[in-house]
């Protein structure tokens, strides 16, 4: 596996967080793409070399993956700005959406093409054959259907290729991307390795170690919360719902669009709006500086809600829990929400992560971290005789 570069990839409902070698590199492209033809129209000075590709992500993408093979698509901020962007649809299964595997192997062809990173890649007459061993996730719930399985069978024993199209700096480039391998985990157990271990998989946080703890994710599309005892995930207790942000978002969107008349290009405006430091729940009309909070926070508020129902019906049959850890993107939009309803209502022991880019981030440094570990352990030949004593003790248990 010693050719075969690691890549840690979130693909979340907002946007791909993604780490690539040793931590350094890493990629964050919101998750929206937009069909587009070969030759698209280049307005003004946008593709001079000082451009970064980032802003203009144009691949036409080649999978047996894909249900859609060899199409094209602008990804990322190009997307948003297209006339037909696409972002995934509530109720829809990450892992079985052509958006999730696009945005994936844009990611990682951005990474092989980047010319820092050329020495871990082979590369002849423009094309470049890139070896990944991948750590990626899946909503809880998907993982307990078994969809992990078909998820992961796509993504090994094909070759995927992305050929930049008109795309700054990097056009013209093709890269053939194949996967050593693939592990694809639960996203809930994802957040608790994250909360307990450092990069090096040290236990950093020893007061949680043996605690029984929620963890509830808040997604775009989707919901988990993790139940978590004995160092474990409790499959039989976590549950996934589908409730995420997204559709609040887009009503916000929605709404601002009618009331206002202003156009927004993507979910992740409307995040920066409620979110940013400055100024939160402004937009500007017309020139004028104009609080959008009434309809911000009716919305948001519902939403909360419900997700506050979710918490206290997953309490209430794991009792003994002690603390309930609210990650992901979507409780860095409700945390104000949640907060408030705890403090009139039940009071329970929850927590948040007041460092934003940590909970954003949290996902993929998990697949890291576990990806990294699994890499280490099976780069070791171990001796044959203890693969051996390994089998019977297999066969024992």
């Known amino acids: 596996m010693s050719n075969s570069r690691i890549a840690a990839v979130d693909v979340g409902n907002d946007s791909l967080k993604g780490i690539y070698g040793k931590i350094e590199s890493d990629l964050y492209i919101p998750n929206v793409i937009a069909r587009d033809i070969e030759d698209r129209p280049v307005i003004g000075i946008e593709e001079l070399d000082t451009k970064d590709p980032l802003d203009g992500i144009h691949i036409r993408v080649h999978s047996p993956a894909l249900k859609d093979n060899n199409a094209i698509y602008r990804v990322g901020n190009l997307a948003t700005k297209s006339d037909n962007p696409t972002e995934l649809d509530p109720g829809s299964a990450k892992s079985e959406e052509d958006q999730t595997l696009v945005m994936l192997f844009a990611s990682l062809a951005l990474d092989a093409v980047d010319p820092k990173n050329s020495a871990n890649f082979k590369n002849q007459n423009g094309v470049i054959d890139a070896n990944y061993t991948l750590g990626t ?36 480039k093709k890269v053939n991307i194949k996967f050593d391998e693939v592990k694809v985990y639960p996203e809930g157990f994802a957040a608790y390795i994250n909360l307990v271990m450092d990069s090096d998989l040290n236990i950093i946080n020893k007061d949680l170690i043996d605690k029984r703890i929620l963890i509830q994710d808040i997604g775009g599309l989707s919901t988990d919360i993790a139940v978590i005892k004995n160092r474990n995930v409790d499959d039989d207790k976590a549950q996934g719902f589908n409730l995420g942000v997204a559709e609040s978002l ?6 601002i669009r009618s009331k206002h008349g202003v156009e927004l290009d993507s979910r992740r405006d409307v995040v920066d709006i409620i979110t940013k430091k400055n100024d939160r729940n402004h937009i500007m009309v017309r020139g004028s500086r104009t609080s959008v909070h009434d309809i911000t926070d009716r919305i948001l508020l519902e939403l909360a809600k419900k997700q506050y129902r979710h918490l206290r019906n997953v309490w209430q049959k794991n009792s003994q829990s002690e603390i309930c850890y609210f990650v992901g993107g979507g409780s860095i939009v409700l945390k104000d929400y949640l907060k408030t309803l705890n403090n009139n209502l039940d009071g329970y022991n929850i927590d948040f992560f007041e460092d934003e880019k940590e909970s954003i981030w949290m996902m993929s440094n998990a697949y890291y971290k576990l990806i990294s570990d699994f890499t280490r352990k099976n780069s070791k030949p171990q001796p044959q005789h203890q693969d051996k004593k390994e089998e019977k003790n297999k066969v024992k248990n």
């Open 137 to 172: 996730g899946l909503p809880l719930r998907e993982v307990k259907e078994g969809k992990d399985v078909g998820y992961r069978s796509r993504l090994l024993g094909s070759v995927h290729q992305v050929e930049f199209l008109v795309t700054p700096k990097y056009q013209g």
């Open 250 to 255: 887009e009503a916000i969107r929605e709404e």
